[in-house]
């Protein structure tokens, strides 16, 4: 439920670049001060933002909201990893909501209730049951005071940034900039170097001594990473969904409660034979996901009563699993899901992992067995280190070709050369294409930067030579070709509202810089820099 609760609201809102951040980053961890009290750091002061010290305290609420929408989005990573993130996002959203202060904005508490009560999962039949809103606050191991202090504190960084946004304004020209960018294209002459054709030569250059030589001087390129073995067990939204019984009162109840979310072309509500399916599906979903909030917060219970892993499955039902060894840190198709390998990688042996929640389910899982990362014989690997080398020199060699012509059909052409005969000279095979600025070109697909340096070449001028992940390339733009204005009219409305919002987020992140130089933030917490 929690999951969805904060993926549906900023779904709907879409809010800052900050919470969007939060909410991709998986990890928890609820931080406790020490009860020593230094003037600076831990107990005292985090740091200074806009000139004013911030109480330790304050800051850690910051990170603990942090860390807990962590948790209920995403699941766990390493806390090396993610701390340094996290003192981040806690200094951005400390210097946002002063900012927002020094704006004079504010959320009254009628703002602050209409959002409380919008949260789908807080709501039967789409109306607002306060009954789901504390139990919510009490699985969270949360005061209603907390969570409405830090909800407010989100709903005010968004009518920050809509302020900010608010500024942007587009004009007809942009519009048309924008229709032109979309549709101009260019016609030109493509030369290839493909790494494929110098493969053979390549080999022929490298040794024993090479081979032996990139083992011992990179030994992290043929590291075996850490392995881990573990097993599962949980309950599927699949098995539940086959589950759930509905009758035809069910269905008609659901239809009647949400008819403005089976609507027809017209915009009006389907009759309800039509919507039949779909109302079915919503209702099914509906339960199924209640389902597993509950499964969820039986799990959680037994984690914290300390059950043992085995009596856990057996008592709940759940269906057991294993996997592994694998590299919990290289999510394979096919393979587990990436949050349950999250939730492991840094497990001991023998100890479980808190509640996993993920788009199929609900887990615990326990680790069975490590397997430290080595660093495997030469004789295993040296085929893959031959490989390696062989790959290295022959991109090397296509490269140096790509110098060697186009040095060859510059001095040509300097000399009165035209480019086809130059071409046909020096045994250059060349390729048509015809591309706008974010089309593939063939046969090279698309690279931004290529396209973009294509596209500012002065006709008939040759490219620098261009590394793409096909080979190397040199361009020569022969003909521009402007866009079909007759579209211009019937896309113009698309194109100003696209224009405008990516007008608003690079004014958002400009104004963000702005006011990250006027914070001149000084923090005292580890993992982030004492001065920016």
Do not use: C
């Not at 504010?106 to 789908?120: H, K, M, N, T």
């Not at 089976?262 to 399916?277: I, M, S, Y």
């Not at 389902?291 to 709940?316: C, N, S, W, Y």
Request: a negative charge.
């Amino acid at each position: 439920m929690f999951r969805r609760l904060f993926l549906s609201q900023a779904a709907r809102r879409r809010t800052s670049w900050l919470i969007a951040a939060v909410l991709i980053l998986p990890f928890i961890f609820f931080f406790h001060a020490s009860i020593r009290t230094p003037a600076k750091g831990e107990g005292g002061t985090a740091g200074t933002l806009f000139g004013k010290s911030v109480p330790w305290e304050v800051f850690q609420r910051e990170q603990r909201w942090i860390r807990f929408k962590l948790q209920t989005v995403a699941g766990q990573m390493p806390f090396d990893v993610l701390e340094p993130m996290v003192n981040q996002a806690a200094w951005e959203r400390l210097m946002l909501l002063e900012e927002a202060k020094r704006r004079g904005l504010r959320v009254d508490d009628l703002e602050l209730a209409s959002a409380i009560q919008g949260f789908p999962d807080f709501q039967k039949d789409g109306r607002f049951v306060a009954e789901r809103y504390h139990l919510f606050l009490r699985a969270s191991g949360l005061t209603p005071q907390l969570f409405e202090e830090w909800l407010r504190g989100d709903l005010l960084m968004e009518k920050l940034r809509d302020a900010v946004r608010s500024e942007v304004t587009v004009t007809d020209e942009d519009v048309r900039a924008a229709f032109v960018r979309a549709h101009e294209q260019l016609a030109a002459s493509v030369i290839v170097m493909e790494p494929g054709s110098f493969i053979d030569g390549a080999a022929k250059t490298v040794t024993e001594d090479d081979v032996r030589a990139r083992y011992e001087a990179r030994p992290d390129e043929v590291r075996r990473p850490e392995q881990v073995a573990f097993e599962y067990a949980g309950i599927s939204r699949e098995s539940l969904a086959g589950a759930v019984s509905l009758t035809d009162e069910d269905l008609q109840g659901h239809y009647e409660a949400r008819q403005d979310e089976f609507l027809a072309a017209d915009g009006t509500p389907k009759p309800f034979e039509e919507a039949r399916e779909p109302v079915r599906q919503s209702l099914t979903s509906e339960r199924v996901r209640k389902q597993l909030t509950e499964r969820g917060l039986d799990l959680e219970e037994d984690l914290e009563a300390k059950r043992p892993f085995d009596e856990i499955a057996t008592a709940r039902g759940l269906t057991k699993q294993t996997a592994g060894p694998l590299n919990p840190r290289s999510p394979a198709p096919g393979g587990p899901d990436p949050a349950l390998l999250q939730a492991v990688a840094e497990l001991d042996e023998g100890n479980m992992s808190e509640v996993v929640r993920t788009t199929a389910g609900v887990y615990i899982a326990r680790v069975t067995r490590r397997i430290p990362a080595t660093v495997p014989p030469l004789e295993e690997v040296r085929d893959a280190i031959r490989e390696r080398l062989i790959r290295e020199r022959a991109r090397g060699s296509a490269r140096q070709a790509a110098e060697v012509v186009l040095a060859k059909l510059q001095a040509r052409i300097a000399y009165g050369v035209r480019f086809e005969e130059a071409v046909l000279a020096d045994g250059v095979s060349v390729t048509r294409a015809r591309f706008g600025r974010t089309q593939p070109i063939d046969p090279l697909g698309y690279e931004r930067a290529v396209n973009e340096t294509a596209f500012a070449a002065p006709l008939g001028q040759l490219t620098p030579v261009l590394e793409t992940a096909r080979g190397f390339a040199v361009l020569r733009p022969e003909e521009y070709l402007p866009p079909d204005e007759a579209a211009f009219a019937q896309e113009e409305p698309a194109l100003r509202s696209e224009t405008l919002t990516r007008r608003q987020e690079e004014r958002f992140g400009e104004w963000l810089q702005e006011v990250r130089g006027r914070a001149k933030l000084t923090s005292f917490v580890d993992g982030i820099a004492d001065e920016r």
